[in-house]
């Protein structure tokens, strides 16, 4: 009898999906241990690096606050600290003639061009003082882009989208291939612009790459409006004018000008390291600035800002995670690691990286914000919360997720065809970041973990199985499972970002014997700890109205 009652309740075809059965204070005992470990593995690897770090001169520190050395191998960190003085003057400049210009009556009576006009002109200057002399090259490639898309945009055409993707393809290719190309082929009288070129504080083929997805966001969001695409907007959704409704709504023909572009390519808060924001959100706070922040909010979101900051600091000075992994002088280091620390050192290491990335873009978008341009919150989740490889993606790089989808992901079918083109979305990731076989490891490493993951998800998550979701051990053979996720992550994500492949040779070498399979099980509980609670917050996320399914 038991049996057919189990039976029953798989067949029950109707109703929603449940969440998870919870004994009083489980989720907080599970939080409780996840961050006992994490906080005696931490404590830990900061006690290793310091005895490195003075007995054994480890490379690529420097002299920092309160007797402390400091990790400065990162370049992208050490150069924004280095600069931020002269970015946050430029950045206030910015603004005072930005508002200046905007209230300005002549302002309106011509439909913001002065403000897209003085976009172009504070760009055109940011840009010469980055790159000097190879300026020209990125005046080259986008007027010819524009070109293009003024010739072959216009009318229905199903060559106009592989044409651009083509484009961009071979110039990420040659723009890598050649450095950015040089004066000298023409002849030895221009080879002092190359001198010029290379004593920039900047090259400009190494961070072109987002001017590539700018130019091609005004290429398809201007096809889609001459051909009067739909948008895929429900009816109540256009009744608030959020970020994802002006991305999502065609503009008028006319707005997909010669200036509208070169403002947008040139927009100067966004244009080192985004958010990447899509043209038609763009233009729109151009006419109507975003709302969604009051200056109350603005003031909190400027403190959280400077919180990150402190928070990066103080990371720096107690964990050189960079110097030790990243710097290849300080890898005979790792002799003095055990198989425990060498995997401490990997995730704190992906923690560095979040904890940079938050701080570059959340500083760029709150320079944004100020102006009246709301840019996608790029890291909505914090690293250590995420347990698949689906959610991990969506809250990383948020904006750049929500340009992949618009492009590439729904024009390929979108979830329909989920499994495969997904394997097109991350190759085309890993090739715009760089061309190197790590990332491409990186890419088809994330797809075959997602492929399970999608298929697993998928048939569980209906409501014919909320009988097993009431069972108290279906959460922790859930939690077991993203554990090995988390592991999977991490080692993913040093293969394409962090460090290649030389750590993960390491670990494998090292994890082996009883001690190596000790080190790796308690480590895979305490992940799957710190997942056990994650489902617990998913499930209040969802009480509140917020379902996101990772």
Not at 258 to 266: C, D, K
Not at 331 to 358: E, T
């Amino acid at each position: 009898s038991d049996e057919k009652e189990k039976l029953n309740k798989v067949k029950e075809p109707a109703g929603p999906v449940k969440g998870m059965k919870w004994l009083p204070g489980e989720a907080f005992i599970a939080l409780f241990i996840y961050i006992a470990g994490m906080g005696y593995a931490f404590v830990r690897l900061a006690l290793i690096m310091d005895d490195l770090a003075v007995n054994y001169d480890m490379k690529g520190l420097q002299e920092g606050f309160f007797g402390r050395k400091r990790d400065a191998y990162d370049f992208q960190y050490h150069a924004w600290r280095e600069y931020l003085g002269l970015y946050l003057l430029v950045a206030l400049i910015f603004l005072v003639l930005s508002f200046l210009i905007r209230r300005t009556e002549f302002n309106a009576v011509h439909k913001q061009k002065p403000q897209l006009v003085f976009y172009i002109v504070f760009g055109l200057l940011y840009l010469l003082f980055l790159f000097r002399s190879g300026f020209i090259f990125w005046a080259l490639l986008t007027i010819l882009n524009y070109i293009l898309i003024a010739l072959f945009s216009s009318k229905p055409s199903k060559f106009f989208l592989p044409l651009m993707w083509i484009l961009a393809l071979g110039t990420l290719y040659c723009n890598e291939r050649y450095r950015g190309y040089g004066f000298a082929w023409l002849g030895d009288s221009f080879k002092f612009l190359d001198v010029a070129r290379w004593e920039a504080p900047a090259q400009w083929h190494s961070i072109f790459n987002m001017t590539i997805l700018r130019m091609l966001s005004f290429a398809f969001d201007r096809h889609w409006s001459t051909i009067g695409r739909v948008s895929g907007l429900r009816s109540k959704e256009e009744e608030k004018l959020t970020l994802r409704v002006r991305q999502e709504t065609n503009q008028p023909v006319s707005d997909y000008n010669l200036l509208t572009y070169y403002a947008y390519l040139f927009y100067s808060p966004l244009y080192i390291a985004g958010p990447i924001t899509i043209f038609n959100g763009w233009i729109s706070q151009v006419r109507k600035p975003q709302v969604e922040y009051d200056r109350k909010g603005l003031l909190k979101y400027g403190l959280r800002v400077l919180f990150d900051f402190i928070v990066m600091e103080i990371f720096v000075h107690i964990l050189y995670c960079s110097a030790l992994a990243a710097n290849s002088a300080n890898h005979p280091l790792w002799n003095k690691l055990s198989v425990f620390d060498l995997n401490v050192l990997g995730f704190a290491l992906l923690v560095f990286i979040w904890l940079k990335f938050l701080l570059l873009w959340r500083t760029a978008r709150l320079w944004s914000l100020l102006e009246g341009i709301e840019s996608p919150e790029n890291m909505n989740r914090c690293v250590a919360n995420n347990y698949c490889f689906e959610g991990f993606w969506r809250s990383w790089h948020r904006g750049f997720n929500q340009w992949l989808i618009r492009y590439i992901y729904f024009p390929l079918g979108g979830r329909k065809y989920k499994m495969w083109n997904i394997w097109a979305v991350f190759t085309w990731v890993a090739v715009w970041h760089d061309q190197n076989l790590n990332l491409l490891f990186w890419a088809w490493g994330i797809c075959l973990c997602m492929i399970p993951e999608i298929a697993v998800k998928s048939y569980f998550n209906q409501a014919k199985f909320n009988w097993l979701r009431q069972k108290i051990w279906w959460k922790y053979i859930n939690g077991i499972i993203a554990s090995f996720y988390i592991m999977f992550l991490i080692y993913t994500n040093l293969t394409g970002f962090g460090i290649g492949y030389q750590m993960l040779i390491e670990l494998i070498e090292k994890t082996n014997g009883s001690t190596g399979a000790a080190v790796f099980g308690s480590q895979i509980a305490v992940f799957a700890f710190g997942a056990i609670f994650m489902f617990w917050l998913r499930e209040k996320e969802e009480e509140k109205g917020v379902k996101q399914g990772y």
